[in-house]
């Protein structure tokens, strides 16, 4: 135990304290937002505040103890991880019960949680380990690093949760990118994505999933139905106008026009509230973050770290770009969380142990003396 201490405030000494400062401070803004949603959709802001608050503790305590453990520790478990959260895909898909049409969630006696969220910490350990082992530097070895990332691609469109399909693809490209891959082969890769929409459309996706892509089109096809949600998410934005209504002073959230308050459109609740500045602020700690994030993994000379800080930040910025971008009508509704202000205890810890390992990388280079 006092081995534990001591390495916890050595570590805590040398780690970038403008990033962990970004992150509680994003994190504890979301509580309050949590609270604020749920208090007008169903009377239970308090609740989920609380159990919000309690995740957001627990899950501090987990990316200091990675902190400690290392990145090269969990690298050397990463073919392991990864085996193991395929085996809670697989089980997802066949035990999982359905919710809203989609089979997300495993329960262990009182233990309720998502799989696919730890997945993405499983895909960036494995790729990295994998891809600085075998740079995709030619065909085979990029076709053999897609190959990896496919299978649980296709177990959670089984689910089905596409949503969580597309950030595993967008780990992966980044990481790709960030391993030398040749740019032909990137091109080639997303002018077939491409090409496959109107097949994955017809054949792949559900009946609601297809009529989200229409309303994102055009909302007022089905402004009762499938489009009410785009509608009334834009509606509450544009609300807020310039400096907000004010904190718990949110009209949509309040009085239950806007669905999903608390988890889908956390965004459209905050800027209700905070208005357009509010938002600049939000965005500016994001990209604060990302920066960090991001230099981090440059001035890192060991490959590995520079793959798998490009994972994360890769992560990151897709889920806050979708998240906000569905919230105003750019993208469509895919259900993904905004990262640490949605409600959801696995989401939040799952984003905390990424910048563990984050922190990690950071740690040693500033022991290396490598002009952190």
């Not at 030398?180 to 091109?187: A, D, E, W």
């Not at 007022?220 to 998410?233: E, H, K």
Request: proline share 4%; aromatic share 14%.
């Amino acid at each position: 135990m006092k081995f534990f201490w001591a390495s916890l405030k050595e570590d805590l000494a040398l780690t970038d304290r403008l990033m962990f400062l970004c992150t509680l401070t994003l994190a504890l803004w979301g509580v309050f937002c949590i609270y604020s949603a749920a208090a007008g959709s169903n009377g239970r802001g308090l609740d989920f505040a609380f159990r919000q608050a309690a995740w957001l503790a627990f899950s501090v305590f987990v990316m200091l103890f990675i902190m400690i453990v290392g990145h090269r520790k969990m690298l050397e478990g990463a073919y392991w991880l990864y085996g193991l959260a395929l085996f809670l895909l697989f089980l997802t898909d066949i035990f999982a019960p359905k919710v809203n049409g989609a089979q997300s969630w495993l329960r262990f006696g009182g233990l309720q949680f998502q799989p696919a969220e730890f997945t993405k910490i499983a895909i960036i350990l494995v790729m990295s380990k994998f891809l600085s082992r075998y740079p995709p530097l030619d065909f085979k070895t990029f076709m053999a690093g897609l190959a990896v990332i496919s299978l649980p691609v296709l177990l959670v469109l089984i689910h089905p949760d596409a949503g969580s399909a597309l950030v595993y693809l967008v780990i992966s490209f980044g990481m790709l990118l960030a391993a030398g891959t040749p740019m032909k082969y990137l091109g080639g890769l997303i002018g077939l994505g491409l090409a496959a929409i109107p097949l994955m459309i017809v054949f792949v996706l559900k009946e609601y999933q297809r009529n989200r892509i229409l309303v994102f089109i055009d909302p007022m096809r089905d402004p009762l139905g499938a489009g009410y949600n785009v509608i009334q998410s834009r509606i509450a934005v544009g609300s807020g106008g310039f400096s907000g209504k004010g904190f718990m002073l949110g009209t949509q959230s309040k009085l239950k026009f806007l669905p999903e308050p608390h988890t889908d459109f956390i965004f459209s609740v905050f800027s209700e509230e905070f208005g357009f500045i509010g938002n600049m602020v939000l965005i500016l700690l994001f990209t604060i973050l990302l920066f960090r994030i991001i230099l981090t993994g440059i001035r890192s000379r060991d490959r590995r770290c520079k793959i798998l800080v490009a994972g994360v930040a890769s992560w990151l910025w897709f889920q806050m770009f979708e998240s906000i971008g569905m919230s105003i009508g750019l993208m469509p509704v895919t259900g993904l969380p905004l990262p640490f202000l949605s409600y959801g205890g696995s989401s939040l810890l799952a984003t905390f142990i990424a910048l563990g390992l984050v922190a990690s990388v950071y740690i040693e280079g500033v022991n290396n003396k490598r002009g952190f």
